[in-house]
């Protein structure tokens, strides 16, 4: 019957005269679905979101049903989002690349999709143990500029570089503002240092720098 599945059993019991029980045993029988707005598949892209978010948050992105979505899921074996665990910490994005996307899955407690679409909306490749590894140029800069501007120069994820200078137990370095400078010389570099949260050498070294006397009691 050419009808079947081209509108609702219902229409064709009217259209042909035949019962509902029969008409639908007829449809079920030659494996025609059941007439209704079809429901697209799932793309790899859309599979990569499950889990990142709440199921809700999901199916208001991507346009399907909170029910469709928590199927789909399950479905894939993706634990379901938890925004008391999930947010990322500066320290999570630094592995990122540095290890296999599944490695970083394991040791974070996600999932591969997580880790693999947080990698890729910060633009950071995979592992490739060739190009991850820090050589002992690289190593020298950290620390001199703001993890930022090493970034850019060494062309890698600024959570990288910052675990990267953290894991060598050196100091992150900040770009002097113009509020900053004018502190300089109105107190004593310890107190500068501990209104500015720097290193007192570092307070020292700038204003020396920027040749403004030390500050000096009346």
Do not use: C
């Not at 609702?8 to 019962?19: E, I, K, L, N, P």
């Not at 490695?103 to 880790?115: F, G, I, K, P, S």
């Not at 592992?127 to 120069?153: C, V």
């Not at 600024?158 to 509020?179: C, D, F, K, M, N």
């Amino acid at each position: 019957m050419k009808l079947l599945g081209k509108m609702s059993d219902r229409d064709v019991t009217r259209r042909t005269g035949r019962t509902l029980g029969a008409v639908h045993l007829r449809r079920e029988k030659l494996g025609i679905p059941k007439f209704g707005p079809r429901i697209p598949r799932y793309t790899p892209e859309e599979d990569k979101i499950l889990g990142t978010m709440s199921d809700s948050d999901a199916a208001r992105r991507l346009g399907r049903g909170p029910a469709g979505i928590r199927l789909r899921r399950l479905k894939l074996g993706i634990v379901q989002f938890n925004s008391k665990n999930r947010a990322w910490t500066p320290s999570e994005d630094g592995l990122l690349g540095v290890l296999t996307d599944e490695q970083t899955a394991r040791q974070l407690n996600r999932t591969v999709a997580a880790v693999e679409v947080r990698r890729v909306s910060f633009g950071i490749p995979p592992f490739a143990p060739k190009n991850r590894k820090f050589t002992p140029e690289e190593d020298k800069l950290l620390g001199t500029l703001p993890d930022s501007a090493i970034a850019r120069l060494l062309g890698r994820h600024i959570g990288v570089v910052s675990q990267r200078r953290r894991h060598l137990g050196l100091v992150a370095r900040r770009y002097w503002t113009p509020e900053e400078d004018r502190l300089l010389g109105v107190v004593s570099d310890s107190e500068a240092s501990r209104r500015l949260d720097r290193p007192t050498s570092g307070v020292k070294h700038r204003r020396m720098r920027l040749k403004i006397p030390a500050w000096r009691p009346k």
